[in-house]
């Protein structure tokens, strides 16, 4: 996977497109409830092109990542994703991992309770938007619901209680043998009428 890809799917899914007022409301390429963005972005990446293997946070004001951690050893980075995703090996292969956090004040200052409702349908925005974009790149992703709460927000420096992880997705590069198996299951629908 390319760092120009990594880069495409980051603003695909936080990607600051106007800035209003003085830097208090961003439009972005998804859509937020009072254009709130409570998300924050988190990377476990194994195998991108350009990038050292490791634990990184995206900053969508300038379009760049930070580097928390490096993990150079794979074996370990694979291990710490696959355990992070409460043992989903599978998803743990990918050439990166996202993983959002949900930062309470920025929707709760607004919308008070009713701020978690929103969040979950904004979350929803992000998650499609990233299969949007790794469709449109011949890329594969899945969302992930199962994860380790508590050692996410480790991994990432998050407090678990004013920032917390919501949501994960794993992307990777699609196996010529997965692509053509996929293209023969729609063309089964197709043929089907289904």
Known sequence: ???LQLSFLLWATQGIKDIRGKS???LRTVPAGGARHPFETYLLVR????LLPGVYHYLPMTHQLELLQTMEDREALTALASKSLCGQGWAAKANVVFYWSFVCYRSEWRYGMHAHRMVM???GHVGEN?????TALGL????IGAYDQKLCDETFQLDGEEEFTLYSQSVGTVQAKDEKAEKAFYSFVEEQGL
């Open 24 to 26: 208090y409301a961003t």
């Open 130 to 134: 990233l299969y949007l974009a790794c």
């Open 121 to 123: 349908a904004d979350m």
């Open 1 to 3: 996977m390319s760092l």
């Open 140 to 143: 594969g992703t899945c969302g």
């Open 47 to 50: 195998q991108v092109e350009g």
